[in-house]
């Protein structure tokens, strides 16, 4: 065994307030993403997470969601997954670890979570990202972790520009096709349906992992935002950008400026396509899709950012309950995702209870918020009880083994 021995996880004195607050507050918009995908039992064409709508309040509540949400939050998380990247292994080697056994922690760590996110797509959620994550993390720790920071930014870039080109080739070829010869878009109907609308638990459970075999490849690698964005976390990290925001206050003002503000340009340009107040050609739904994926790169950035302001904005300062109640569901929050899961699938389900088949966009919105105040709760009374998160304690064990 090497006499340099890989110290625990970060203590609560030793973390930086706006990735937690960032953390905690992403898992609010990851429910309000995620849910809408439990609406099975919907007839008529579906190329996204949402069903056609059947009243205001429900067009209203997707117009939002599309514009400020969708696409916009798994980017994020890329950036903070990143970014703690680079903080474990540098706190590694400030406490004497040799370089390889820094570098095997993290793969290691990696690997487990595309275990984590097997296990999960398989029990409850086709949707998954932590095995996305997984992937591409050990995918670029073992390409860019001890590359220069020029490097990283020029990769990124590179990345950000063949999203543009792809997006703007795809409406090119939109265009220039006959209407009436446009290929029809891939329907996730099926997918939603066979997932969440088959009663029969092993049938659905089939589906969940084969979903989620493709979609570890696709989001993880194929779309590039989230590898870009894992790249911009760790370039991020290695200025603590996070960790002393006031000495980055002009970057981190302009980044959410105009990341956000391109996020919802794009995504309410896609939202007035999708609830058909804009008319827009046969076959240019799969173009818009592109916007989201490209403009919500900007937006998970833009969002990190904004929590940097805010995180120096707080610095010095008592949070008060919610705050600190919401800060302590970042520090768990490989455990509240899972939450999410195991307080949406079995509800709303066919295999479960059923709900998602008799409940409309609006009150599923409200649903997700419920549950995320449920595991805001949660958090809250574990860190009152000075407890890790119960997946933070399997992951550690699995990652560090026994201490």
Same mark, same amino acid.
């Given at each position: 065994?090497s006499r340099?021995? /890989?110290?625990?996880?970060v203590g /609560?004195?030793?973390r930086?307030?706006?990735?937690?607050?960032?953390r905690?507050?992403m898992?609010?918009?990851?429910?309000?993403?995620?849910?809408?995908w439990?609406?099975?039992?919907?007839a008529?064409e579906?190329?996204?997470?949402h069903?056609?709508?059947e009243?205001?309040?429900?067009q209203?509540t997707?117009?939002? =969601?599309? @514009?400020?949400?969708d696409?916009?939050v798994?980017?994020?998380?890329?950036?903070?997954?990143? &970014?703690g990247i %680079?903080q474990? $292994?540098?706190?590694?080697?400030?406490?004497?670890?040799?370089?390889r056994?820094a570098?095997?922690?993290?793969q290691?760590?990696?690997?487990?979570?595309?275990?984590? *996110?097997?296990?999960?797509?398989?029990l409850?959620?086709f949707?998954?990202?932590?095995? #996305?994550? *997984?992937l591409?993390?050990?995918?670029l720790?073992w390409l860019?972790?001890?590359?220069?920071?020029?490097?990283?930014?020029?990769?990124?870039?590179?990345? #950000?520009?063949?999203l %543009?080109?792809?997006?703007l080739?795809?409406?090119?070829a939109?265009?220039a096709t006959p209407?009436?010869?446009?290929?029809e878009?891939?329907?996730?109907?099926? %997918?939603i349906?066979?997932?969440?609308?088959?009663?029969? &638990?092993?049938?659905?459970m089939?589906?969940? =992992?084969?979903f989620?075999?493709f979609?570890?490849v696709?989001?993880?690698?194929l779309t590039?935002?989230?590898p870009i964005?894992?790249?911009?976390?760790i370039w991020?990290?290695?200025?603590r950008?996070?960790?002393?925001?006031? /000495?980055h206050?002009?970057?981190?003002?302009?980044?959410?400026?105009?990341g =956000?503000g @391109?996020?919802?340009?794009? *995504?309410?340009v896609?939202?007035?396509a999708?609830?058909?107040?804009?008319? !827009?050609?046969?076959?240019?739904?799969?173009a818009?899709?592109? %916007?989201? !994926?490209?403009?919500?790169?900007?937006?998970?950035?833009? $969002?990190?950012?904004?929590?940097?302001?805010?995180?120096?904005?707080?610095?010095?300062? @008592?949070?008060?309950?919610?705050?600190?109640a919401?800060?302590?569901?970042?520090?768990r929050?490989?455990?509240? $995702?899972?939450a999410?899961?195991?307080?949406? #699938?079995?509800?709303? /389900?066919?295999?479960?209870?059923?709900?998602g088949?008799h409940? *409309?966009?609006a009150?599923?919105?409200? $649903?997700? !918020?419920?549950?995320?105040?449920?595991?805001?709760?949660?958090?809250y009374?574990l860190?009152?009880r000075n407890q890790r998160?119960?997946a933070?304690?399997v992951?550690?064990?699995l990652?560090?083994g026994?201490?």
């Amino acid at each position: 065994m090497s006499r340099h021995l /890989a110290r625990g996880p970060v203590g /609560a004195r030793e973390r930086a307030l706006a990735p937690d607050l960032a953390r905690g507050f992403m898992l609010l918009l990851i429910v309000i993403a995620n849910t809408p995908w439990y609406l099975w039992g919907r007839a008529g064409e579906r190329v996204s997470a949402h069903p056609p709508s059947e009243s205001f309040i429900d067009q209203l509540t997707q117009g939002l =969601i599309i @514009t400020t949400i969708d696409l916009r939050v798994y980017p994020m998380f890329a950036f903070l997954f990143g &970014y703690g990247i %680079v903080q474990l $292994y540098l706190r590694q080697q400030a406490a004497g670890t040799d370089e390889r056994t820094a570098r095997n922690l993290l793969q290691r760590r990696n690997f487990w979570l595309l275990i984590f *996110g097997f296990v999960h797509a398989a029990l409850l959620w086709f949707g998954d990202i932590l095995g #996305a994550y *997984g992937l591409a993390g050990l995918l670029l720790v073992w390409l860019f972790l001890r590359r220069r920071d020029g490097t990283l930014l020029v990769w990124s870039a590179i990345g #950000a520009g063949v999203l %543009v080109a792809l997006t703007l080739l795809t409406f090119a070829a939109v265009s220039a096709t006959p209407e009436g010869e446009a290929e029809e878009a891939f329907n996730l109907y099926g %997918v939603i349906e066979a997932a969440n609308g088959e009663p029969n &638990y092993l049938a659905s459970m089939i589906t969940r =992992i084969s979903f989620w075999a493709f979609l570890i490849v696709f989001q993880g690698l194929l779309t590039l935002a989230v590898p870009i964005a894992i790249l911009l976390g760790i370039w991020a990290a290695r200025r603590r950008i996070l960790e002393e925001p006031g /000495a980055h206050l002009p970057l981190l003002r302009r980044v959410a400026v105009i990341g =956000i503000g @391109t996020a919802w340009i794009g *995504g309410g340009v896609t939202a007035l396509a999708k609830l058909g107040v804009w008319d !827009v050609p046969e076959g240019a739904v799969q173009a818009f899709e592109l %916007v989201q !994926v490209t403009t919500g790169l900007a937006g998970g950035v833009g $969002y990190v950012a904004l929590f940097g302001l805010v995180g120096h904005r707080l610095q010095g300062r @008592t949070l008060g309950t919610f705050g600190a109640a919401v800060n302590a569901l970042g520090k768990r929050s490989l455990s509240g $995702y899972l939450a999410q899961s195991i307080l949406c #699938a079995p509800i709303l /389900a066919a295999w479960g209870f059923g709900l998602g088949q008799h409940m *409309g966009s609006a009150n599923l919105f409200l $649903y997700a !918020v419920a549950v995320w105040v449920l595991t805001v709760i949660g958090a809250y009374m574990l860190e009152k009880r000075n407890q890790r998160g119960p997946a933070e304690v399997v992951l550690r064990r699995l990652t560090y083994g026994k201490q």
